[in-house]
């Protein structure tokens, strides 16, 4: 079982920025895909990003690439998704997930978060 820790997350104005961090639990970290999804009210939950278990490989939701950056640091047991250029859009709940495969679906990760509120003011 992995529980997965998210923090980081706020209000700031458009234009900022924030760094979101995940600490899942358990001593297999670095064997996981990790995955970070949004879900704003009344949509359903968004793909941002995912990173392979070695970190050599990272995927990104096309609307949101160069904004918007994955990373870990396996020897910390923590994933990291930094934000740039925050937009209004951009206010969302922000999922840390888990999983043995890389994918933009949710039905790929087995573990997640509870979430961290993201919110951009204009």
């Known amino acids: 079982q992995v529980q997965l820790v998210e923090s980081g997350g706020g209000l700031v104005q458009t234009g900022g920025s924030l760094r979101l961090s995940c600490a899942p639990s358990?001593?297999?970290?670095?064997?996981?895909?990790m995955g970070w999804f949004r879900q704003a009210p009344g949509k359903e939950r968004e793909f941002v990003a995912a990173?392979?278990?070695?970190?050599?490989?990272?995927y990104y939701a096309d609307s949101l690439k160069g904004r918007f950056t994955i990373s870990r640091d396996n020897a910390k047991n923590t994933v990291y998704l930094q934000m740039n250029s925050l937009k209004p859009e951009d206010t969302a709940v922000y999922y840390c997930?888990?999983?043995?495969?890389?994918?933009?679906?949710?039905?790929?990760?087995?573990?997640w978060g509870q979430g961290t509120q993201v919110t951009v003011s204009s």
């Open positions: 997930a888990a999983g043995f495969f890389m994918g933009d679906s949710p039905r790929v990760y087995e573990y």
């Open positions: 358990g001593r297999t970290f670095s064997s996981y895909t």
């Open positions: 990173i392979t278990a070695s970190g050599g490989s990272a």
